[in-house]
């Protein structure tokens, strides 16, 4: 069967998986919507044993991440590809740097005995048990996001110097870019939601 | 059709192999093939999900334990149900039928993305096996029915967690073929085939495509935070812990609900292309059609909640969601009034497809009708949870997508496999399953409405003249359905040969295409100058 | 078959740092709030300044001000099934 190719068609498919994504964390979000209505004062006294500042950090770290790999796409297209790779690798490196600061957050909380089903936060009230079950199960998708994006742009990184993903066929970079902003926008919803509201 | 059908252009794609033996099946990523991977094995689920509700029938064909014990009767049903819902219905027509007919019907040579529509056959066949494996594993069989209830999902000693992670898997596989199939609409129509101009069958597909996608993510993280409530004891839907087991009813049925609707548009598709081929007849009201399709899936969106109306929600939500899903029934009305409209004054040509079509209409009048009285709160709440709605989703789920998907398989045949089925048996299995249907389901509405409740095992004295009737129905369609599959099955292997492109004189473009297709479908892309059904 | 009449655009380098420097600012804004008692209004700020931020990165970063017009109106429609989800969610959750 001839090679056709269909770069519009191929975005369609990434753009089609990413309502998929966003639906599956919007699940989430009624969820969450739901037991904070239930147990706003719960939620507002939890959200405070959540440290701001790495909140904070892993959000300007996606950001910037995110913009870099928006600027890989541009430095394609211009034929810079010592630069889309190094902006890649930038990109995947911030990646696993905010992974690393998300364990530092779990542990951090683990060992305080807030986890579920820990006993220290069932002496709690309610609400507590559910604010933390759904921080956990949240970013914990989230941070599986993030691994199977750092991923993708892995790969992506090895065909764009294979010459594979070149400045005139870069569908593949544009999807993973499209995958690893979607990453960054469920963080953007995530972070005010369990760190600001307080 | 004048063509000379002796001499083949292009191979069919049944003798295009780059691969031996199975190998040719489950690494070909041709369109057609894996359609007919998807009806193997769906027909295989298909026997095995019939014969456990056979079972559940010899169980209550007398009061007390006839066949099984209660907590056996509880594992059956949960098991039919998740085999027939997750891995027959549900992906059925659009898997089969939408694989093998919907890149022709729009003149195209292949999906969008034909590894992806393969990968999504594999993860369906993963999924399966994981459902499956909570039969065999040590804890028992799951008893929730399948529907996964909480709190009593993450409480119970069984193998839950199979069974969750399965459906939650075919879930997967659900999304990738929709995906592919809204791409495949979008991109590869043929030139001169605009939307307008596209066939009704791939227009089902499309919505269908889009509630697939849209709504099965929700039951993927529904089930995903079961998994966590079993696994982690996160307390999400236990109330003991704050959680709100109705929330998980929502949840579930945000999703579940549009899936009824994955489950018929698909088979309203089928209906609208047989209906104008056997009365050689212009479909009536073409946009109505397309129209209503699209305010199904779109609706149908947003009324979840009748699932729920004895759950304990607000008032305020029962009035929304009935009032809502009454909305539903207006584009399903104007579906049958179009097909009714297009028989009318038709040159009718009575083949099997012809009588599954018409008796799909009725079933699913029947099926529908019943729907509102369960959409109205008031009668809602008296048969709630009894053999009331047993019938009445047997009706729509397996008198709808049941009767579609037979139609269609009787309709397609000679395209598929260019050969042709013995029609005398074929009516005679449609005639005695038609009427199997009917005795084994009518008296349940009658039981539900008396009051005897749907998943127990056992039964009051005085349901006992119903039940012995509707048992007696299952072992009459039973025999039906062995006549019709053995009759499918030695023809595709021995039928007489039928290579005439257009055997029923069809209007859309799968007719105008060889008998087994060949690889690539068309010689070359038709260009498309006339809507789809224009007989003069 | 070739019917790749995909279109590409460039987006400048400035543009899109100027984008990262909105969203910090954006970012930061954010935080800063959370020091000003606003009372049932705090979740609507937030959300509101997420909201913004989104539309940042979907628009530039994800090119949907350069790319094919479907694409937006789709994502549009997504959001607001998600909105409509959660308010007739909330029919039941309000008024139990």
Do not use: C
């Not at chain 1, 544009?174 to 919803?189: C, P, Q, S, T």
């Not at chain 2, 309709?411 to 009917?438: Q, S």
């Not at chain 3, 970012?27 to 700020?45: D, H, K, R």
């Amino acid at each position: 069967m001839d090679e056709h190719r269909d770069d519009i068609g191929s975005r369609f498919g990434m753009w089609l998986f990413i309502f998929t994504e966003l639906l599956l964390f919007a699940g989430l979000f009624i969820v969450y919507s739901v037991y904070r209505y239930l147990n706003w004062q719960a939620f507002h006294l939890a959200a405070e044993e959540l440290n701001t500042f790495i909140g904070a950090l892993n959000t300007v770290l996606l950001l910037a991440s995110s913009a870099t790999i928006a600027m890989s796409i541009t430095a394609l297209q211009k034929k810079n590809k010592t630069l889309a790779l190094a902006l890649l690798g930038f990109t995947i490196l911030v990646g696993l740097v905010f992974l690393v600061n998300k364990y530092f957050e779990w542990n951090l909380k683990i060992e305080h005995g807030l986890y579920p089903g820990s006993e220290r936060l069932l002496e709690y009230g309610k609400g507590e048990v559910l604010f933390f079950g759904l921080y956990f199960f949240m970013t914990g998708l989230h941070a599986l996001h993030i691994i199977v994006g750092v991923a993708f742009i892995g790969v992506v990184f090895f065909r764009i110097k294979n010459d594979r993903i070149t400045h005139d066929n870069f569908v593949h970079l544009e999807n993973a870019g499209l995958y690893w902003h979607l990453v960054d926008i469920i963080w953007i919803f995530l972070f005010p939601l369990f760190y600001l509201i307080t | 059709m004048t063509t000379d059908n002796t001499a083949r252009a292009e191979p069919s794609f049944f003798e295009y192999k780059k691969h031996k033996g199975i190998l040719a099946w489950i690494l070909s990523t041709d369109h057609k093939r894996i359609g007919l991977l998807y009806l193997y094995s769906i027909m295989t689920f298909f026997i095995v999900g019939a014969i456990l509700g056979l079972l559940m029938k010899l169980e209550l064909i007398a009061p007390g334990k006839t066949i099984m014990e209660a907590k056996t009767y509880n594992g059956v049903f949960t098991l039919h149900g998740i085999i027939m819902i997750f891995l027959i219905v549900i992906p059925g027509l659009p898997a089969v039928f939408g694989n093998f007919m919907l890149p022709i019907l729009i003149g195209a040579k292949d999906v969008a993305f034909p590894r992806l529509n393969l990968l999504s056959w594999y993860i369906y066949i993963f999924g399966a096996i994981v459902v499956l494996m909570s039969q065999f594993m040590s804890g028992g069989p799951p008893d929730t029915g399948w529907t996964f209830y909480a709190p009593y999902s993450f409480k119970t000693t069984t193998n839950m967690l199979p069974a969750v992670l399965g459906a939650f898997i075919l879930g997967f596989s659900s999304i990738l073929t929709g995906l592919n199939f809204i791409v495949t609409i979008h991109r590869m129509r043929a030139p001169g085939m605009t939307w307008l101009k596209m066939p009704l069958f791939p227009w089902a597909l499309y919505g269908t495509a889009w509630i697939q996608l849209l709504a099965t993510p929700i039951i993927g993280i529904t089930l995903l935070m079961t998994v966590g409530e079993r696994l982690f004891n996160i307390g999400f839907f236990d109330p003991a812990l704050g959680g709100d087991p109705i929330l998980y009813q929502h949840l579930f049925w945000i999703y579940s609900h549009p899936a009824v609707y994955v489950m018929i548009l698909p088979a309203m598709g089928v209906i609208s292309e047989i209906l104008p081929t056997f009365a050689q007849k212009t479909i009536f009201g073409y946009k109505a059609i397309i129209f209503s399709t699209i305010a199904i899936a779109f609706v149908g969106y947003f009324v979840w909640g009748h699932h729920m109306f004895t759950s304990g929600m607000s008032g305020t939500a029962l009035y929304v969601f009935s009032i809502l899903t009454f909305l539903v029934a207006i584009p399903s009305g104007i579906k049958v009034f179009n097909w009714v409209s297009t028989i009318y004054k038709g040159s009718i040509n009575l083949k099997t497809p012809f009588y599954w079509a018409v008796s799909f209409i009725f079933v699913f009048m029947i099926g529908g009708l019943t729907g509102l009285v369960l959409g109205a709160l008031a009668t809602n709440v008296h048969v709630h949870d009894t053999h009331f709605v047993v019938a009445h989703f047997h009706f729509i789920v397996f008198g709808g997508v049941g009767f579609a998907f037979m139609g269609a398989i009787h309709y397609w045949f000679p395209k598929m496999y260019g050969r042709m089925y013995d029609e005398t048996w074929a009516n005679m299995g449609w005639l005695i399953f038609f009427i199997g249907f009917l005795t084994l389901y009518l008296p349940m509405f009658y039981l539900g409405i008396a009051g005897m409740p749907r998943r127990y095992f056992d039964y009051l004295p005085q349901f006992h003249g119903g039940n012995i009737i509707s048992s007696f129905g299952a072992i009459i369609m039973i025999t039906g359905l062995l006549i019709i599959i053995t009759n499918l099955v030695r023809s595709a292997r021995m039928g007489p040969i039928s290579t005439e492109r257009n055997p029923w004189n069809g209007k859309t473009l799968e007719w105008t295409v060889e008998s087994p297709p060949s690889l690539e479908n068309f010689e070359e892309i038709p260009v498309i100058e006339k809507g789809p059904y224009e007989y003069e | 078959m070739s019917n790749n009449e995909d279109k590409h655009h460039v987006i400048p380098y400035r543009t899109l740092l100027l984008v990262l420097s909105a969203l910090l600012t954006f970012t930061f804004i954010s935080i800063a709030v959370t020091n000003y008692e606003l009372g049932p209004f705090t979740v609507l700020a937030a959300l509101l300044l997420a909201s913004f931020k989104t539309i940042l990165v979907l628009a530039y970063f994800m090119h949907l001000k350069f790319d094919v017009k479907m694409f937006g109106i789709l994502i549009s429609a997504v959001f607001i099934l998600i909105g409509a989800v959660i308010f007739i969610t909330f029919l039941d959750y309000l008024y139990r």
